[in-house]
């Protein structure tokens, strides 16, 4: 039978296996010896120790039913294994924490009687089995297959729990060729109803080895794997017969306790020691998987890890069914099943469905598997197989074992590779996710980028388009002063013109006048001969006042004719010129207004600048108020500072010189002390030198010996005392001196540390100053900056004021002096002069541009050379500027109308 064989098709996301907790509740011995309690269930997914608290994927309270734990845990995945998944449940704690009662329950045998979900004792694998069978019976006619298999693993031996024999002998454990493990000989029963699984369970449990230790009288010391196979036949839409397999494996394991704990000695101990190896290795396999490190993982060291192997870490749905006593004494092996459980959480499978076999390839599979026992059953019978020697056969068995150990373990490794090759594959999905954030992040960026981009070259034109206004004006205000000069040459012109035209005048009136008097003249000879001749008197009279009248009427037309021309010609001009003159004013007005305008409002921008330049200014001396403020404290406790340093000080030296004046003091008590004792000595020397020399004072020997005794005692006495207040005296002084040698020191520390401090703050107070200063400096070259600006478009505000007031002043005088008065009549003759040619300025009549027009200009003019990098507005009047040659026709037809006049004048002559 093979536990975990079948190619897999369809992969499911990977996922953590399901860890659940069960809490048994406290025995009748327990509640007897009122054993405490020392685990709480703080709610449906959290669990309370002492110490800690543990989540998991559920909680089941003391008071949890079986139905309760069958529901979350087994029922979905009878689900899973009618779709063809392979699915696990392992009861894992402490000997008699309820692993048998979760898994198998009170009675294997369900009673008929009761529906499966409404019996109390029932355990999961005889609701499983009822539950399976109840879910096919729902399916519309299919034909199914289901088998069971009951498996003991005790003491590193795998038994067949379901076989005949009394004791059934152990199995071997082989990997197929797929890599699955295969347990040669293992019964797997048809089954035809949940009543049939439940007399194989009972069976089964019947034959479980049991074994006493001093913890639970009635605990397993074994593995078992209940294992449910379900076969469903299925009709593709080819039509063709597929079988679908799914099967759940329900294990119970050995009591999790350790060895020593369990009083088990000799043979139990060594049992024990094979069961804790299995369960240390599933350990072992649950920390590694956990710990995703891709280590080694060690399947292979015992047989149930070896067996479940695809349970963990594998493609199988698994769930951990922790049982955990909830009684003090078993305190620790709660807390380790809990730590061990928490672990067991992080392990991932990835769930994969069975692969669907055809009853083509099923029925091959089984014809060959015929053909190679029949092959077998007729070598033995006719005796022509192969036979060979028993040690070649142990050997050739040996071989192949040694083949197959080859094999599983390149197929472990192959599974490792594919595990560290799925890894990979998730982190480089993860990868693939950081790097598609990164990206998004960047095109983000380059969107800000391109925004930014899109700003600066707005700006960049809007920059060029100021350009273009600004030299636009710039040069309109050359041009217009230049047409203002040329303006000004044409009007003298104009001027000399009226004079000759003036003299032309005169002429005309001198000649006029002339002819009148010769007229006059002729007409007085006339009379005077009709006087003489008094016959033709009448005759004559009446031919000269005829004359006369003709003459007069002549004259009378030439100066109506002459009044007209005149009279025009001074229309002529004043309106013509009047007119131009107007409009160069209207437009030089408007053009300064709009100039005036935006001086303003740059005078206005620089007022605002320098507002704030001044507030900039103003912040700028708060902050120098503060700094000079903060400076002027710190300045004060630095001079208090250094005041307490200087009466410190001054106190020690006072001190000191206290001291040593005392030491002095003393010191010439000790001399003149000295000296009266040397006196002493002396006058005691003199006495005993007497005393020697006097016989009479022999006898008063012994008492003056004893007093010289007592005195050089004395002395002696007072020398020492010397001694040791001199010795005291220098060891006084050398205090001093240290004492003093200390006082230098700190004060020559305090005066460094002072100058550091004096340093410091000129330091700061330079720095403030400099920043002060850098800062005042930029303020005053922004503000002279601003001034100078102002001052320029001042400037520039009073050249155009004064360009205009001139134009103004010239025009008044062109009209008031040179025109008005030279237009009246000389009395005075002569030739008429030739006309001078007025050079006029082309547009003297030209204005400003608006800026509207202006941007609209630069704009299409951009718009046509945005291509080219190196482009260059031309901004020059005869590329930008409209012709209005009004002002130019006017003038023309003035000295058009000029000309004809001479004409007519000349011919008048
Ligand atoms: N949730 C529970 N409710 C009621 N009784 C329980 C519960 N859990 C366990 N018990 C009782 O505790 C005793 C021991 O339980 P059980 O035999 O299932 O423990 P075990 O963990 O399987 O022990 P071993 O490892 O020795 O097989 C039994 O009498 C069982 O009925």
């Known amino acids: 039978m093979s536990l975990t064989g079948q190619s897999k098709k369809r992969i499911s996301p990977t996922q953590n296996i399901k860890v659940v907790v069960r809490v048994r509740p406290l025995s009748k011995d327990e509640i007897e010896k009122k054993v405490r309690a020392v685990v709480s269930c703080v709610s449906l997914k959290e669990i309370q120790t002492k110490e800690k608290k543990y989540h998991f994927d559920r909680v089941f309270q003391p008071d949890s039913s079986q139905m309760d734990v069958y529901s979350y845990v087994v029922a979905p995945m009878i689900t899973d294994v009618l779709e063809g998944y392979n699915c696990t449940v392992f009861a894992y704690g402490q000997t008699g924490t309820g692993k048998t009662h979760t898994m198998t329950g009170g009675d294997p045998t369900l009673s008929s009687n009761v529906h499966w979900k409404n019996d109390e004792l029932a355990g999961c694998i005889p609701r499983a089995a009822a539950n399976i069978f109840d879910e096919i019976g729902l399916m519309d006619a299919v034909d199914f297959n289901v088998r069971v298999s009951f498996l003991e693993l005790y003491n590193e031996e795998v038994r067949d729990l379901l076989s005949e024999e009394e004791r059934p002998s152990p199995l071997n454990l082989f990997n197929d060729s797929k890599g699955s493990v295969y347990i040669q000989g293992l019964n797997e029963i048809t089954v035809f109803s949940s009543q049939d699984i439940y007399g194989l369970l009972q069976k089964g449990t019947h034959k479980r080895q049991t074994a006493s230790t001093l913890m639970n009288n009635h605990s397993s010391r074994s593995h078992t794997v209940f294992t449910i196979t379900v076969h469903i036949r299925e009709v593709t839409l080819t039509g063709e017969d597929v079988l679908k397999t799914g099967k759940v494996n329900l294990v119970d394991l050995a009591g999790s306790e350790n060895i020593a704990k369990s009083g088990a000695k000799d043979k139990r101990a060594q049992e024990l020691a094979n069961i804790n190896r299995s369960l240390l290795t599933l350990g072992r396999v649950i920390q590694i998987l956990a710990e995703k490190n891709n280590k080694h993982v060690p399947y292979r060291d015992s047989k149930l890890t070896r067996i479940l192997q695809d349970s963990l870490g594998g493609n199988t749905k698994t769930c951990i069914i922790a049982t955990v006593s909830p009684s003090s004494s078993s305190y620790e092996e709660t807390q380790s099943t809990l730590e061990y459980a928490c672990r067991a959480r992080d392990i991932r499978n990835t769930p994969t469905v069975n692969e669907k076999v055809t009853k083509t390839q099923m029925i091959k599979d089984m014809g060959h598997e015929i053909e190679k026992l029949k092959r077998d059953l007729e070598a033995a019978r006719t005796g022509t197989g192969v036979y060979i020697d028993k040690e070649n056969w142990e050997q050739l068995n040996t071989d192949i074992q040694a083949t197959n150990y080859t094999l599983t373990l390149k197929n472990e490794v192959i599974e490792e590779m594919k595990k560290k090759v799925s890894d990979l594959e998730i982190i480089r999905e993860k990868k693939i996710k950081e790097f598609d954030?990164?990206?998004?992040?960047?095109?983000?960026?380059?969107?800000?980028?391109?925004?930014?981009?899109?700003?600066?070259?707005?700006?960049?034109?809007?920059?060029?388009?100021?350009?273009?206004?600004?030299?636009?004006?710039?040069?309109?205000?050359?041009?217009?002063?230049?047409?203002?000069?040329?303006?000004?040459?044409?009007?003298?012109?104009?001027?000399?013109?009226?004079?000759?035209?003036?003299?032309?005048?005169?002429?005309?009136?001198?000649?006029?006048?002339?002819?009148?008097?010769?007229?006059?003249?002729?007409?007085?000879?006339?009379?005077?001969?009709?006087?003489?001749?008094?016959?033709?008197?009448e005759v004559l009279r009446n031919i000269t006042t005829s004359s006369l009248n003709n003459l007069k009427l002549n004259l009378d037309s030439i100066k109506i004719a002459q009044s007209d021309a005149v009279q025009a010609l001074k229309l002529n001009f004043e309106s013509d010129t009047m007119t131009s003159i107007d409009k160069i004013f209207t437009k030089n007005t408007d053009f300064i207004t709009e100039k005036v305008s935006g001086i303003n409002t740059s005078v206005e921008e620089s007022q605002k600048k320098i507002d704030a330049m001044l507030g900039f200014v103003d912040?700028?001396?708060?902050?120098?108020?503060?700094?000079?403020?903060?400076?002027?404290?710190?300045?004060?406790?630095?001079?208090?500072?250094?005041?307490?340093?200087?009466?410190?000080?001054?106190?020690?030296?006072?001190?000191?010189?206290?001291?040593?004046?005392?030491?002095?003091?003393?010191?010439?008590?000790?001399?003149?002390?000295?000296?009266?004792?040397?006196?002493?000595?002396?006058?005691?020397?003199?006495?005993?030198?007497?005393?020697?020399?006097?016989?009479?004072?022999?006898?008063?020997?012994?008492?003056?010996?004893?007093?010289?005794?007592?005195?050089?005692?004395?002395?002696?006495?007072?020398?020492?005392?010397?001694?040791?207040?001199?010795?005291?005296?220098?060891?006084?002084?050398?205090?001093?001196?240290?004492?003093?040698?200390?006082?230098?020191?700190?004060?020559?520390?305090?005066?460094?540390?002072?100058?550091?401090?004096?340093?410091?703050?000129?330091?700061?107070?330079?720095?403030?100053?400099?920043?002060?200063?850098?800062?005042?400096?930029?303020?005053?070259?922004?503000?002279?900056?601003?001034?100078?600006?102002?001052?320029?478009?001042?400037?520039?505000?009073?050249?155009?004021?004064?360009?205009?007031?001139?134009?103004?002043?010239?025009?008044?005088?062109?009209?008031?002096?040179?025109?008005?008065?030279?237009?009246?009549?000389?009395?005075?003759?002569?030739?008429?002069?030739?006309?001078?040619?007025?050079?006029?300025?082309?547009?003297?009549?030209?204005?400003?541009?608006?800026?509207?027009?202006?941007?609209?200009?630069?704009?299409?003019?951009?718009?046509?050379?945005?291509?080219?990098?190196?482009?260059?507005?031309?901004?020059?009047?005869?590329?930008?500027?409209?012709?209005?040659?009004?002002?130019?026709?006017?003038?023309?037809?003035?000295?058009?109308?000029?000309?004809?006049?001479?004409?007519?004048?000349?011919?008048?002559?």
């Open 619 to 909: 912040v700028q001396s708060e902050t120098c108020k503060s700094v000079s403020t903060k400076f002027k404290t710190y300045n004060h406790t630095y001079a208090s500072q250094v005041r307490t340093a200087s009466d410190l000080l001054s106190n020690i030296y006072k001190r000191l010189k206290e001291q040593r004046q005392n030491e002095e003091k003393v010191l010439q008590d000790l001399e003149r002390f000295t000296d009266i004792t040397k006196n002493r000595i002396q006058e005691l020397d003199f006495i005993i030198n007497a005393v020697d020399n006097s016989n009479v004072l022999k006898e008063t020997d012994n008492c003056l010996d004893e007093q010289r005794a007592d005195i050089e005692q004395g002395i002696s006495e007072i020398q020492r005392t010397t001694n040791v207040i001199s010795d005291k005296l220098k060891e006084n002084r050398i205090s001093l001196d240290s004492h003093r040698d200390g006082c230098l020191k700190f004060e020559s520390e305090l005066i460094s540390s002072c100058e550091e401090i004096k340093e410091h703050i000129v330091k700061v107070e330079k720095n403030n100053l400099d920043v002060i200063q850098s800062h005042s400096i930029d303020v005053t070259t922004k503000v002279e900056e601003a001034i100078r600006d102002s001052n320029i478009l001042m400037e520039q505000i009073d050249t155009h004021l004064t360009t205009s007031e001139t134009l103004l002043k010239n025009m008044d005088n062109i009209i008031n002096q040179d025109i008005m008065t030279n237009i009246i009549p000389v009395k005075r003759g002569g030739d008429t002069p030739k006309q001078n040619a007025l050079n006029l300025p082309k547009r003297v009549g030209e204005g400003t541009l608006p800026r509207d027009v202006l941007v609209k200009r630069f704009k299409e003019e951009f718009s046509k050379n945005v291509e080219n990098e190196s482009f260059h507005l031309n901004i020059s009047t005869d590329s930008i500027l409209p012709l209005e040659d009004d002002s130019i026709n006017s003038i023309e037809d003035h000295s058009r109308h000029s000309e004809s006049l001479n004409c007519s004048n000349k011919s008048h002559n």
């Open 437 to 537: 954030q990164v990206m998004n992040v960047c095109k983000t960026k380059d969107k800000i980028i391109d925004k930014a981009k899109t700003m600066l070259s707005k700006m960049n034109v809007n920059l060029k388009q100021e350009q273009y206004v600004s030299e636009y004006y710039a040069h309109t205000a050359t041009e217009t002063s230049m047409k203002a000069k040329e303006l000004f040459e044409t009007t003298k012109k104009l001027s000399s013109n009226q004079d000759i035209l003036q003299k032309k005048l005169e002429n005309q009136y001198y000649n006029n006048y002339t002819n009148e008097k010769i007229i006059k003249e002729k007409g007085n000879t006339l009379s005077q001969n009709i006087a003489a001749s008094l016959n033709e008197e």
